[in-house]
């Protein structure tokens, strides 16, 4: 009988341990914490009618990265069609990343982020930042980067710190030349987060790409937090092609939400784990009661 308990802890272990393993390797391609230093700039920009400040790290290398992040209008800037364009370039002396945050801090609600095809297929190197920022364990993540690794899907959704189990999901977002939309739904007890193809969000046409809800202990309250999209080096690596780039954001928009601290319906990750774990047990219980019948009869 000793040695049936002992078979059942060791599947239990075993798929534990599994999982454990899994989160590990994944947390390892993950970016550091970042560290947002102060940017001292006067540069100012109005975007899809809020205001911005062009972030520059006065020729310091800043997290993350970290790199240098310059406010010139070669770096950001709008374009005829009142476009945000952000991006990586190099003065033949050094690459300069790129930075816009909000001057107003939005609080709960769904944050929506609409971008120009091309970014999907950008260097490993370069990482596409869609967030909200308190501190390194306050926010609210979109990243589109393989951080360095070609094996590694480009799409992220994280709510910090990326290094608690279960706090981001991996996806693939391949370049198909339409527009799309990237978004987050932040309430008191969850955070939806979405992307999809389509020129507005929830669309009747979209295509949803993927989709997920994180419900753990780590979702940031309403605080001072600001808006951020950013372009920049992993671990301050050049792009392997030697080349600049950019991101194109077409718009940016909030959308108050009353929250009324409902979780959607959902299978979490964590939930499919127990599932599973209790099934194994309810499994081998059942196979030692029927040998133990069996033996009788």
Not at 58 to 72: I, K, V, Y
Not at 104 to 132: R, W
Not at 260 to 266: L, Q, S, V, Y
């Amino acid at each position: 009988m000793k040695k049936n308990y002992l078979f059942i802890f060791f599947l239990i272990s075993l798929f534990t341990n599994s999982i454990l393993i899994v989160n590990n390797v994944q947390n390892e391609n993950l970016k550091p914490l970042n560290t947002l230093n102060s940017s001292y700039t006067s540069r100012k920009i109005s975007f899809s009618g809020y205001d911005w400040t062009v972030r520059t790290s006065q020729g310091a290398l800043q997290g993350p990265g970290p790199n240098l992040f310059n406010d010139s209008e070669d770096s950001v800037w709008l374009d005829t069609n009142d476009y945000l364009h952000l991006k990586i370039r190099n003065d033949s002396l050094n690459w300069y990343c790129a930075e816009v945050y909000s001057d107003l801090s939005f609080g709960y609600g769904t944050y929506i982020f609409k971008l120009a095809s091309g970014f999907e297929n950008l260097d490993i190197n370069v990482v596409v930042g869609l967030f909200t920022y308190l501190d390194d364990e306050h926010e609210i993540d979109i990243e589109y980067t393989r951080w360095g690794d070609t094996n590694l899907e480009n799409g992220q959704y994280v709510c910090q710190p990326y290094y608690n189990a279960g706090n981001k999901y991996r996806y693939e977002l391949e370049e198909t030349g339409q527009a799309s939309i990237h978004a987050f739904t932040w309430c008191e007890n969850y955070i939806k987060f979405e992307t999809e193809l389509g020129s507005t969000y929830n669309g009747e046409d979209n295509q949803q790409i993927s989709s997920w809800f994180y419900t753990g202990d780590d979702i940031p309250e309403p605080s001072t937090e600001r808006v951020h999209m950013n372009l920049w080096l992993f671990q301050g690596n050049a792009p392997t092609d030697e080349t600049a780039c950019e991101v194109i954001i077409k718009e940016f928009s909030f959308m108050p939400s009353d929250c009324d601290d409902k979780i959607p319906w959902h299978i979490s990750s964590s939930s499919i784990s127990i599932i599973v774990i209790f099934s194994i047990c309810a499994i081998s219980y059942l196979y030692i009661r029927l040998k133990q019948k069996t033996k009788i009869y």
